[in-house]
């Protein structure tokens, strides 16, 4: 009781320090493993692997390197959460950033909750912690979204009860997972807001869905501008009756075809009639994409 007295006044640091030492730190051993559950020992690095399912998939350095050097300082105040999978082997389920920044500061053990969890909760537990930070981008979270539902055979309504989010949300964000590989990779570096991906989603033409993102890029479009944008390009579309009658394209001409879709990186259209006779057409947006087309015909 006087060593509490005598801590008051010394500041948190003194504080912490008093926590520390009349709090009986566990010892594994191999015979008393299973008496870990729910509570909180320290274990040493070496013995926890990284969680197979964590959703969140890049770690900015810097922050790591400021947290190893807190933790050098303060030690980790906040307990990771793992697992146990086999005598003296954990599982981490929440906390790598601290568990990379402990190896980082050197530690050789680090204090963890001890649970007992199945993969399905393993998932949702890894998804819950990391749903909540503000820098975790959103194909990381559709991402995990798709695993949830086909690991843990979940419906989107389901999902959405799980994790409190309105099925719409769920659906929102799945439906990233069908944009191109360019704009899935401006979402995850945050280049491209969700708002800009919802938008671009309501064009069907990969071709389209380019040149918004390259329109967003270049002129600083706002996600209202965007949806503008995505409202033009969708009424140019529905007012052209597509002709379902066209004779197949030969291999030959789909080779040409495919080619000067690369070289205008846009979508091209080759007609050909029954004789030898056709022609090419090459859509165009808006004056500076016809200005785009123009440059390159003059290069070429």
């Known amino acids: 009781m006087n060593k509490k007295k005598d801590a008051l006044g010394k500041g948190i640091r003194a504080l912490l320090s008093d926590i520390d030492d009349d709090t009986e730190v566990l010892k594994i051993s191999a015979t008393d493993e299973d008496s870990i559950i729910n509570t909180v020992p320290k274990i040493r690095l070496e013995q926890i692997e990284v969680n197979p399912f964590q959703p969140r998939a890049d770690f900015n350095q810097q922050a790591l390197e400021e947290l190893a050097s807190s933790i050098r300082v303060h030690g980790v105040i906040q307990p990771i959460t793992v697992r146990k999978v086999a005598e003296r082997k954990y599982q981490l389920i929440s906390g790598e950033r601290r568990l990379r920044a402990s190896k980082m500061a050197g530690m050789i053990e680090i204090p963890a909750y001890v649970r007992t969890a199945n993969d399905q909760e393993v998932v949702e537990m890894a998804l819950i912690e990391n749903i909540q930070r503000e820098d975790l981008n959103s194909m990381e979270v559709a991402l995990t979204y798709q695993r949830l539902i086909d690991e843990c055979n979940l419906t989107h309504e389901n999902l959405g009860e799980r994790l409190g989010k309105d099925r719409s949300t769920v659906s929102n964000y799945l439906r990233l997972l069908k944009l191109p590989p360019e704009i899935q990779k401006a979402l995850r570096e945050k280049v491209l807001s969700m708002g800009h991906a919802r938008a671009i989603i309501g064009i069907q033409e990969v071709d389209k869905q380019l040149y918004v993102l390259k329109e967003i890029n270049s002129k600083g479009l706002s996600v209202r501008k965007t949806e503008e944008l995505v409202r033009l390009l969708s009424n ?64 070429e």
């Open 236 to 299: 140019g579309t529905s007012s052209r009756k597509k002709d379902n009658t066209e004779a197949p394209l030969p291999a030959a001409y789909k080779s040409v075809q495919t080619k000067l879709m690369d070289i205008f990186e846009t979508k091209v259209k080759i007609k050909k009639t029954s004789t030898d006779k056709g022609e090419i057409i090459i859509p165009f947006y808006s004056t500076s994409d016809l200005n785009r087309l123009l440059d390159i015909i003059d290069k």
